[in-house]
């Protein structure tokens, strides 16, 4: 096997499931308020990887507010509940937005 189709592979099983996150994340209007490197109503999500980088229990912290909204954290505008996610949803899209740091 060449160098080409071995990056491929590699890169396929890194982007595959980054590339269904970001389409759940968008599925569930998540985008309407965040973006990867921007801020739009909400923090971009390259900033929320990097406030919780290295804390144990970041990813339940982030599926929690994901489902049970959240205030003051990020400035003024309230973070809504969000009914249309469920728990397994918000532990994908937790996890997805560690890893955009």
Partial sequence: MGRAPLVL?????????????????????????????????GPAYQEVAKKYAGQKDAADKLAAKIMKGGAGAWGAVPMPVNKQVNDEEAKRLAAWVLTLK
């Avoid at 759940?24 to 998540?30: D, G, I």
């Avoid at 309407?32 to 490197?37: R, V």
């Fill in 9 to 41: 592979l590699i890169w396929s099983a890194i982007a595959v499931p980054a590339l269904a996150d970001l389409a759940l994340a968008k599925s569930k209007n998540c985008m309407s308020c965040h973006a990867i490197d921007k801020k739009v109503v």
